[in-house]
């Protein structure tokens, strides 16, 4: 049973370049959440897609933007990139989007760098 | 707002000891859930356990439980007999999930606490 995959799993972009990341589920889950971690520091929430639509978004620019597809996989989109995008991208799924106990499990991250 | 507050940015034990990592949780929701991650040097988080809001008994995982006492709104987790492998960046996350609430399905984490269990 494979677990959440990311892709790619480094990445060297400049400023002003766009970027897109890439997450397939794990099996059996329908939701997916994405996350940008900065060095030292705990995940921040970027938004979550349920059924192809973003259900729910933290406060990132719209410069941050997504997809979900029928397969449940989903993309990241970051447009316009800044030296303070460089971070970890997480990308977590799980089996159902506000259900007590539906926990996350995480895939490996992205590492982005903008120089 | 939730918010999630680890006062310990690093813990040592000593091998085959046990350790308490520190989470206090604010929301305003009934309704949540309460977890705790793992993450190793990799990058990779790992899920240890969770805890339900209206959860009567403090959860356990093996050699990880959770310290949940809902009136101070903390949920520490304990690990018992600490391991070599246990050396890493822990993080506590919580999620509110009452339907009502408009930031239901969200997820917020603490700035974690490092681990460094020594042989």
């Known amino acids: 049973d494979a677990g959440v995959t990311q892709s790619p799993t480094h990445l060297i972009k400049t400023r002003g370049q766009q970027v897109t990341l890439r997450c397939s589920p794990k099996?059996?889950?329908?939701?997916v959440s994405w996350y940008q971690q900065a060095l030292g520091q705990g995940p921040q929430f970027i938004f979550q897609?349920?059924?192809?639509?973003?259900?729910q978004r933290g406060n990132f620019p719209d410069r941050f933007s997504g997809h979900q597809f029928p397969n449940y996989s989903s993309e990241l989109n970051v447009n316009a990139l800044l030296l303070g995008d460089s971070a970890l991208y997480l990308c977590?799924?799980?089996?159902?989007?506000?259900?007590?106990?539906?926990?996350?499990?995480f895939g490996p991250g992205t590492r982005l760098l903008v120089l | 707002a939730q918010k999630i507050t680890q006062t310990q940015p690093g813990m040592f034990v000593q091998e085959k000891e046990a350790v308490t990592l520190d989470c206090t949780y604010d929301t305003s929701d009934p309704s949540y859930g309460l977890f705790w991650y793992k993450q190793p040097s990799s990058g990779e988080m790992i899920f240890l356990i969770y805890?339900?809001?209206?959860?009567?008994q403090n959860a356990t995982e093996g050699r990880y439980s959770l310290n949940f006492q809902k009136a101070r709104k903390s949920a520490n987790l304990v690990i018992s007999a600490s391991q070599l492998g246990d050396s890493a960046m822990y993080f506590c996350a919580m999620r509110e999930t009452a339907r009502s609430n408009t930031n239901a399905g969200k997820s917020t984490f603490g700035d974690g606490t490092t681990l460094t269990v020594k042989p």
């Open positions: 977590a799924s799980s089996p159902g989007w506000t259900g007590v106990g539906e926990t996350q499990y």
């Open positions: 099996s059996g889950h329908d939701t």
């Open positions: 897609y349920y059924e192809e639509e973003e259900r």
């Open positions: 805890q339900g809001s209206y959860d009567q």
